[in-house]
């Protein structure tokens, strides 16, 4: 049952989907002559203030221009920021709609048009994700559901509850999260499904994008995203290729863009 309702979620993925500069490191200076020591602590004070401006806002001036709320198809534990709109399309027929509603709750709406061409209703899916910053200033908690239906006769609904651990900064970043996928004819699956997403910059305007959702039966089962994003403006445009291992390891190019608002 479980390879089935991944199979659904991966269907969605490709059709339906739905940050940060680097991870922190602190050097601690021992040992040294009273003027070293100040002056190091006088560099880490900038740093944690830094970090304290790049958290309290979601990042830097480049960083809070574009959205760094989601990878290519996984949440991050960063969300939009009340107010902010983010419109993403992937190849043309996915369509995702997200508004923060406050610094610490985003809301996504997914569909997709795929399904009219079958002659079936479109699937919605419904994302809510509620984030916030713990005690460690580079790392943020996040709490979420998918849920994922469509109005079309006999067809049962879908959908995963998952929590996250998000260690970096908003461009550049590494996403830890486990989920329990749920269906209307099954209710909740015993084994977990895990995420590893990561951002990390390559330079001003590209950054290393990936994603991987998998479980694990005896072998891992999943889907596997790096991707490439593009930064301009406030838009980010993507190109991944992503593997379903349990489709014979097919491998499918995808493209999409997200615009911040």
């Given at each position: 049952?479980k390879?089935?309702i ?14 940060s500069?680097?991870?922190?490191s ?11 020591i100040?002056?190091?602590a ?21 960083a809070?221009s ?20 983010m ?22 709406f ?16 419904l994302s ?14 996040g ?46 699956e015993?084994?977990p499904?895990f ?8 330079n ?23 991707s ?32 911040l608002?």
């Amino acid at each position: 049952m479980k390879k089935s309702i991944i199979i659904g979620i991966a269907f969605f993925a490709f059709i339906v989907s739905g940050k940060s500069q680097q991870i922190d490191s602190t050097v601690d200076s021992l040992n040294l002559k009273t003027t070293v020591i100040n002056l190091s602590a006088e560099e880490e004070n900038f740093e944690e203030h830094t970090t304290f401006e790049d958290n309290s806002s979601q990042g830097s001036d480049s960083a809070s221009s574009f959205q760094t709320s989601r990878y290519f198809f996984n949440e991050s534990a960063y969300g939009l920021k009340k107010g902010q709109k983010m419109y993403q399309n992937i190849m043309g027929l996915i369509n995702t709609y997200s508004y923060g509603f406050s610094d610490n709750f985003t809301f996504n709406f997914s569909t997709e048009f795929v399904s009219l061409f079958e002659g079936r209703a479109p699937i919605i899916l419904l994302s809510p994700k509620y984030t916030f910053q713990t005690k460690k200033s580079n790392i943020r908690l996040g709490l979420g559901a998918n849920y994922a239906f469509s109005f079309s006769g006999g067809e049962s609904a879908v959908g995963s509850l998952y929590g996250l651990m998000t260690i970096g900064k908003p461009n550049n970043n590494l996403t830890l999260g486990i989920g329990y996928l749920y269906s209307t004819d099954d209710g909740f699956e015993g084994e977990p499904i895990f995420q590893v997403s990561a951002s990390l910059p390559i330079n001003e305007k590209f950054v290393f994008v990936f994603d991987a959702n998998f479980a694990v039966e005896g072998e891992v089962v999943g889907i596997f995203s790096p991707s490439l994003r593009y930064i301009r403006g406030n838009a980010t445009f993507d190109l991944t290729f992503t593997q379903v291992s349990f489709y014979g390891n097919a491998v499918a190019p995808l493209v999409g863009a997200s615009f911040l608002f």
